[in-house]
């Protein structure tokens, strides 16, 4: 695997998707989910994501943000290795039938059904 870094970005202006929950104590928590140790708690949702601009902007001050270019050696996905394993099993087969056949019904009867129930039914 070859590790390159390219030139930092300018970290002037970045959008940050904010997570805010509602304690039990009628607090607001706010916190950047790249940042987990940025949570905030206050009293109102303004107040907490005004005391997270703040720890942001000092915490981004002596952070350099740069993109991380990766080159694999090796371009076979993994995850190919399991394509048809099941390809001989009797079993998922009936499985399979069953459920496309409840997924085709469903669509008909505008229901959902998920892969759950209809192991369920196994």
Known sequence: MNL??????????????????????????????QFPESKVTAESQEAAI?????????????????????????????????CGILKDDASFAQWSDRFWTQKQQSIEDDEVISVEESLRVM
């Open 50 to 82: 005004a005391a997270l601009k703040t720890l942001l902007n000092k915490r981004m001050a002596a952070i350099k943000v740069m993109p991380l270019q990766l080159s694999f050696q090796n371009s076979e996905d993994p995850w190919f290795q399991l």
């Open 4 to 33: 390159s870094l390219l030139q930092p970005i300018s970290t002037s202006s970045l959008t940050w998707y904010v997570l805010v929950e509602t304690l039990e104590q009628g607090q607001i928590a706010a916190w950047v989910a």
